[in-house]
């Protein structure tokens, strides 16, 4: 479903993803764990596209783009095959939840409005907010706000979701019902890159655990391998201070 060749990136003369390797399966759920600052976020940036690469390969289902001579219309077909979840959620502050989530159907993916409108609100349900179709960001809770940005991601139909450390920005009160949307999701088979510090979460709905560590991917392996004999000793130390 998705294959990363040799991805570099560097913002000036500081190299971040130093010649990243990873495949996920279709249908696979695979959580990227990693100190703060080790690249997480900007390998997920950098596979829907939101920065650019400077060498490397990208796959997602059938579009491929070679990140040294990217071509506009591979990125643009690739960035249609993702839909990433936010730390801060991203709605538009003046639109209601059913809005932001029928936007991307209706305008990128010209979708008829009602069967958008008919879409969106079954997304909205699935994700527990069939009663706030038409609040704003501003009178939703942030745990709301991150259901509400699911919902969006769901919408598209993507090949992948990406979630950025989609609870991170939460109290800790609102995490669970985040989870539990994200968990009820991963049980339906859909394929999920999760950049996450919830170490629990990550070791109950992801089957595989990537690892790294300064812009590398230092380990990875199944969940269950992974948290009870971790073979490097940078993963050991990481997960000594997690958990
Ligand atoms: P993580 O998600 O693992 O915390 P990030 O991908 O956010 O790591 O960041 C990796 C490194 O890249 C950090 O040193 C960060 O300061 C740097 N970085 C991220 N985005 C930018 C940017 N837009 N400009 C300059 N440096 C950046």
């Known amino acids: 479903m998705i ?3 040799e991805i570099r990136k560097s913002f000036g003369r500081h190299e971040v993803l130093k010649g990243i390797d990873l495949e996920v399966e279709k249908g696979e759920v695979v959580a990227i764990l990693g100190p703060s600052g080790s690249g997480k976020t900007t390998l997920l940036r950098c596979i829907n596209y939101l920065e650019r690469p400077g060498s490397g390969r990208i796959r997602i289902g059938d579009v491929a783009v070679d990140c040294g001579h990217p071509s506009k219309k591979e990125i643009h077909r690739l960035r249609g095959r993702s839909a990433m979840v936010f730390q801060q959620y991203h709605l538009f502050r003046h639109k209601t939840a059913l809005q932001n989530v029928m936007e991307g159907l209706v305008v990128v993916q010209n979708v008829p409005k009602e069967e958008a409108r008919q879409r969106s609100v079954e997304l909205l349900e699935k994700v527990g907010l ?3 179709l038409d609040a704003y960001p501003s009178q ?6 991150q259901r509400v940005g699911i919902a969006r991601a769901l919408a598209l139909n993507p090949d992948v979701i990406l979630f950025d450390e989609p609870t991170s920005a ?3 009160e609102l995490v669970g019902e985040v989870l539990a949307v994200i968990r009820k999701i991963a049980r339906e088979g859909i394929t999920m890159i999760i950049v996450t510090h919830e170490m629990a979460f990550a070791q109950e709905v992801a089957s595989r655990i990537v690892f790294m560590d300064d812009g590398a991917v230092i380990e990875e392996g199944a969940a269950s391998e992974f948290f009870r004999s971790p ?3 940078r993963t050991r130390q990481f997960l000594r201070r997690m958990t």
């Open 170 to 172: 939460l109290d800790p």
């Open 231 to 233: 073979r490097e000793e």
């Open 130 to 132: 069939g009663a706030k």
């Open 140 to 145: 939703l809770s942030g745990g709301q706000q």
């Open 3 to 5: 294959a990363l060749k």
